[in-house]
Nanobody, 125 residues
Framework: QVQLVESGGGLVQAGGSLNLSCAAS????????MGWFRQAPGKEREFVAA????????TYVDSVKGRFTISRVNAKNTVYLQMNSLKPEDTAVYYC??????????????????WGQGTQVTVSS
């Protein structure tokens, strides 16, 4: 069982930056692929970024490439999402998710086994 807790959300002006963190419980964090998803009001939860278990492979949705960076520090059981050049359309609740079994990255919600409660990101124009 893995528990995930996101932090770092908030209100920022367009063009600004935020760095989200997701802290995981348990001793097997280093074996999980991790992902970030987001859900805007009235929309489906969508994939944002993912990183494999050792941090060597990352994937991003096209709309955030060049602006967002996913990273992890296994010694701290933490995954990060650095978000730069934020746009109003980035406004959403951001969720981190864990995929067990030393899996590679994945962009489907059904591929992930554990989810955090989410953190709100609001970008004003």
């Amino acid at each position: 069982q893995v528990q995930l807790v996101e932090s770092g959300g908030g209100l920022v002006q367009a063009g600004g930056s935020l760095n989200l963190s997701c802290a995981a419980s348990g001793r097997t964090f280093s074996s999980y692929a991790m992902g970030w998803f987001r859900q805007a009001p009235g929309k489906e939860r969508e994939f944002v970024a993912a990183i494999n278990w050792n941090g060597y492979v990352t994937t991003y949705v096209d709309s955030v490439k060049g602006r967002f960076t996913i990273s992890r520090v296994n010694a701290k059981n933490t995954v990060y999402l650095q978000m730069n050049s934020l746009k109003p359309e980035d406004t959403a609740v951001y969720y981190c998710a864990a995929r067990s079994g030393r899996a590679s990255t994945a962009d489907s919600r059904s591929d992930y086994d554990y989810w955090g409660q989410g953190t709100q990101v609001t970008v004003s124009s």
